[in-house]
């Protein structure tokens, strides 16, 4: 028999609320016994619509197989792990495409978290909506300043649109 102490955390508030979010993965393996076939991720909220949210961690499922596949490659597309090219090139060769998931973890990406009930309660889950962080369905959704400015860099884009400058320009 184990004892636990009363918390001053509501344990209803411990998962990520309904919102539009700036997420960092934090881990990524594959499952194992139930989850077999399945993606593990653990992703962090760094910022998003719902301010509640932020700082909150949850572990979210992708199917490696079937229809609920193509959930995981919006995932890899997002995260910058793939492109919409090397997808139309695996689709179009009936091939699959072999991937570290451990490569996911420190990865930034945008997702909608939205109702969905399950064994009579109502958790949040981001289902298909998943984006990259300069996608049209980012544009409104806050962002934690010093993670999004290294997103930018590494994907050479500034702040604002466009893309970053490669080198200084030349003195006259």
Same mark, same amino acid.
């Given at each position: ?37 399945k993606l593990l991720v653990n992703v962090s909220v760094l910022a998003g619509t719902n301010p509640a949210s932020v700082g909150l961690s949850q572990t979210e ?25 090397? +997808?139309?090139? *695996?689709?179009?060769?009936? !091939? =699959? ?5 451990? #490569?996911? @973890? ?44 290294? +997103?930018?860099? *590494?994907?050479?884009?500034? !702040? =604002? ?5 490669? #080198?200084? @320009?030349p003195a006259p």
């Amino acid at each position: 028999m184990v004892k636990v102490d009363a918390s001053e955390t509501n344990p209803n508030s411990l998962y990520i609320g309904q919102g539009v979010y700036h997420l960092m993965v934090n881990s990524a393996e594959e499952g194992g016994g139930d989850d077999a076939g399945k993606l593990l991720v653990n992703v962090s909220v760094l910022a998003g619509t719902n301010p509640a949210s932020v700082g909150l961690s949850q572990t979210e499922k992708f199917q490696l197989t079937g229809k609920g596949a193509g959930r995981t490659w919006m995932l890899l597309i997002a995260t910058g792990l793939s492109t919409q090219e090397q +997808w139309e090139t *695996a689709k179009n060769a009936g !091939q =699959g495409l072999a991937f570290d998931e451990a #490569a996911l @973890a420190g990865r930034q990406f945008g997702a909608g978290f939205e109702p969905e009930p399950y064994n009579g309660k109502t958790y949040h889950k981001m289902g298909f909506r998943i984006y990259r962080l300069d996608a049209p369905e980012m544009a409104q959704c806050p962002k934690e300043p010093m993670a999004y400015q290294l +997103w930018l860099n *590494a994907h050479g884009k500034q !702040q =604002g649109g466009g893309a970053a400058p490669s #080198a200084p @320009a030349p003195a006259p």
